[in-house]
């Protein structure tokens, strides 16, 4: 299974940013996707999740209102629109898959990507 992030980089305080996430070696509409996140010196994070169908999504607190997931299943891809980007969004973004929709805790998430860098600059 490869989950490859795509879309990172340096970005303004009130900037927005698209991450993209193209998956492969998996069934990839059977999965529920989401993104997590991790902070230097802190835990990844929860931050948004999408059903296998696209029917239903799941937000952290922290990024409702600014962020939007999305996936297009003819593609493999999921992606996720961040808008009013804060300093405290930096961070490295991992695209997640799992077959669990609940699944909020990284250690139980089935495959992982490499990550990508956002960086918001005040």
């Known amino acids: 299974v490869q989950l490859q992030a795509s879309g990172g980089g340096l970005v303004q305080a009130g900037g927005s940013l698209r991450l993209s996430c193209a998956a492969s070696?998996?069934?990839?509409?059977?999965?529920?996707m989401g993104w997590f996140r991790q902070a230097p010196g802190k835990e990844r994070e929860f931050v948004a999740v999408v059903s296998w169908s696209g029917d239903s999504t799941n937000y952290a607190d922290s990024v409702k209102d600014r962020f939007t997931i999305s996936r297009d299943n003819a593609k493999n891809t999921v992606y996720l629109q961040m808008n009013s980007l804060k300093p405290g969004d930096t961070a490295v973004y991992y695209c997640v898959a799992d077959r669990s929709y609940y699944t909020r805790v990284s250690r139980d998430i089935d495959y992982w990507g490499q990550g990508t860098q956002v960086t918001v600059s005040s």
């Open positions: 070696g998996l069934t990839f509409s059977r999965y529920d």
